[in-house]
């Protein structure tokens, strides 16, 4: 005899456990199927964003960058450190209980939410408008809604298949047991730039290959341009427009590659990084058999996450857009509030990005070659952080707040950040844009004094050309 639900979320990471906490508080008899699990076999809620993402990535880009401080920031503040030692198992243990304390908070908002938790890979065993069944570790579960939030995985590069010992997917390069001498990184995105800065910070040689020829393509230029020249004085060395030809381990990874004059090329690392981009999961859902339809790999939704098949909804990694936490738990929230009859909207224009190097990098809304491509007459401001008392206090001035508005109206079309806190400082831009606010509107809001903010203000004002600290 199936148990029977009002929804079942098959997933629980961000997308997942946030729709099945939404559902539930609406009333909605909820229950969540996750497989995760612990070397021990035990579950570990909150998906790839906990357990190998967002969470322990972050953790480790503290402390390497702590460590980075006490060994060449800290001298500049008349704190000197004598004797300073790298701690790596210290550091590794800090980030797993980080993630655990992530992991129980999870399981405790589903005990207090009274979300049914079955721990298991779920299937489909049929799916339609009179209803749905899930199979998961020997139960059957009905439902008339369920949401896949199925999530996604590393991407493998041809002929380099990850064995988390020396090629490593994000999985491997967040638990890599010493640093290694020579570090090389395939694909200069989010992942590759994050974890690269994570070990160059603890004393790795980075080396990164990138396929395109420009970089951060989906930032904009002028932010793209400033963050090369700040990672490149950092020591990072990136290639771009490589084609990996071959990839060969032996005791160490040998890379061998065209640089972007069609050069043939290699290179020898200790470790290599692949993070060439993510694939959605589908694999064992049983998907296709109950009609689902996918597109390009990805479970096809339309603008409300509804799949092609009644009653099933998808959201997160596994459907189109962003790879985010953010956008995962925002659609997981929408499709709960949907599923209860109510009529929630998700704007995909005003989903901030966040990459969290050193200075993090942070962005909502659109780049000016986007609105130049589209036609659309807008007006830019910049200010730099250098003119910012608060990031002279701070010792951080690296970089620079851009706001991009519409010619004739003033509203705020796109906001780009480089610089100290920028994952913080975007979130004024985020509100601003949802409340249709104009750059005059942020010029006109007084801001904490001294405090980085007071860039944000303005680069707002310097659209008018009126900015006050430059
Ligand atoms: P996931 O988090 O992938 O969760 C899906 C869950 O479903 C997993 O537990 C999976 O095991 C489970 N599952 C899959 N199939 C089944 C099945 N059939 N039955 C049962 N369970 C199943 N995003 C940000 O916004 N900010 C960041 O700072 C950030 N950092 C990142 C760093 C790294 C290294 C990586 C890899 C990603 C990062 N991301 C970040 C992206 C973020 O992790 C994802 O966008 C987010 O996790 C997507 O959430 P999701 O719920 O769709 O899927
Ligand atoms: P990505 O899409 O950010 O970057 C992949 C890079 O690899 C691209 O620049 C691409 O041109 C390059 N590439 C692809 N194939 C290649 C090849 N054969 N050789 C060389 N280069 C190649 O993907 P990444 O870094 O794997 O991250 C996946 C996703 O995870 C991100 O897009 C993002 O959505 C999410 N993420 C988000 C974070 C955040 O929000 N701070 C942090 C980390 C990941």
Redesign the pocket.
Known sequence: MAQSFDVVV???????YVAAIRAAQLGLKTAC????KTPDGKPALG???TN???IP??ALLQSSENFEQAGHGFADHGVRVKGLELDLAQMQKRKDQVVKASNDGVAYLFKKNKVAFFH????FVKAGPEGCEIAVSGETLSARNVII????SPRTLSGAAFDEKLILS?DGA?AIPEVPKRLGVIGAG??GL??GSVWRRLGSELTILEALPVFLGAADEQIAREAWKIFTKQGLKIELGVKITGVKTRKDVTVEYTDAEDKAQSAIFDRLIVSIG?IA?TE??NAEAVGLKLERGFVAVDEQCRTSVAGVWA????VRGP??????EEEGVAVAERIAGQHPHVDFNTIPW?I?TTPEIAWVGKTEQQLKAEGVAYRAGTFPFMANARARALGDTAGLVKFVADAKTDAILGVHIIGAFASELIAEAVVAMEFRASSEDIGMICHAHPSLSEAMKDAALAVDRRALNI
């Open positions: 098959i997933g629980g990471g961000p997308g997942g199927i996750d497989d995760w998906g790839t964003c190998i993402g967002c990535s972050k298991g890979r779920g299937s939030a199925t999530g996604s994000n967040l989010v992942i994050e974890m993510r999961n064992g859902l959201i997160g990694d596994v790879m985010l936490a953010h956008k995962a966040v969290y």
